[in-house]
């Protein structure tokens, strides 16, 4: 990268320098078959130049026109660079006419954007995988188990369509400039599940988690706690007192089908 580029802090300009980073998330994205890649924020294209050698039709959005001499570069028939906000593009109509089964969608991305990412993703595509550079205590967020300290509707809306893993550990000297926290990347792989309605299941769960310190019949006002309590989670050995971050993923999908 030009020595003279003004890293802008407001679009989470951190680029990625270390390699062993970018081979091991290339090690991973090697070992399934997509048809298709997204990347958001390529950057100056650290990871695009590899993604590139996989011979797949990948499509980087950056929002900075800056970085065109740069990422121009890297285009060719497979490869495509779009300059675009990626969160205000309308991902459902970008993928319509693509026919792609297996996509892969990845990004090393400003953590102030990561949870509209997560949440535009999993609700206007069926991508098979996601790759994301998180802030570390969002990874443990995500893939946190019931009972733990930093289990919360964030971990049950990811888990519900998708498991969780870490690929790496990324120490803050891997970027430049150097960012003032650790990182992980995170894969998400999607499973199949049969809620219909994501809305209504997500307003459930915000609910079930809105007051940490209340109990689960407190926190769901507007429910009919009686009915969940005799019918789920009296039968499931859980108290009438018990609170939202007792419950697991699938818990939550058992008492939403449950009651509607
Ligand atoms: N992936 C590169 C760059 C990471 S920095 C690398 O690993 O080196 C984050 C990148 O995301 C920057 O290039 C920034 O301009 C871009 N970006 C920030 N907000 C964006 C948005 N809403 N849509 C697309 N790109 C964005």
């Not at 951190?14 to 290339?26: A, E, P, T």
């Not at 970008?94 to 609700?123: A, E, H, M, Q, R």
């Not at 994301?132 to 519900?160: D, F, H, T």
Request: proline share 3%; aromatic share 12%.
């Amino acid at each position: 990268m030009n020595k003279d580029f003004d890293y802008k802090k407001t679009l989470g300009q951190n680029f990625l320098v270390d390699k062993n980073i970018i081979n091991k998330i290339i090690d991973d994205v090697k070992h399934s078959s997509y048809d298709m890649i997204i990347e958001i924020g390529p950057g100056s294209g650290a990871l695009t130049s590899e993604l590139k050698k996989l011979n797949i039709p990948l499509f980087a959005f950056e929002i900075d026109k800056r970085l065109e001499s740069e990422l121009s570069k890297l285009e060719d028939d497979n490869t495509k660079i779009i300059f675009s906000d990626f969160l205000s593009i309308s991902l459902k109509d970008f993928l319509k006419d693509k026919g792609c089964s297996n996509l892969l969608i990845i990004g090393n991305i400003p953590y102030y954007i990561t949870t509209p990412i997560v949440k535009k993703v999993t609700s206007e595509s069926n991508a098979k995988d996601v790759i994301l550079m998180v802030q570390n205590e969002v990874a443990l967020r995500y893939a946190s188990k019931p009972c733990s300290k930093s289990y919360g509707s964030i971990s049950v809306y990811v888990q519900y369509n998708y498991d969780v893993k870490e690929i790496a550990f990324v120490n803050k000297k891997c970027f430049y400039p150097v960012p003032k926290v650790d990182s992980s990347v995170i894969k998400l792989s999607r499973k199949n599940n049969n809620i219909i309605n994501e809305d209504k299941f997500y307003s459930f769960i915000k609910k079930a988690f809105s007051h940490k310190r209340k109990t689960l019949k407190n926190n769901l006002v507007n429910y009919d706690f009686g009915f969940i309590y005799n019918n789920y989670l009296k039968n499931n050995n859980f108290s009438e007192t018990c609170r939202a971050e007792e419950l697991g993923v699938q818990d939550y999908i058992n008492i939403f089908n449950l009651i509607n």
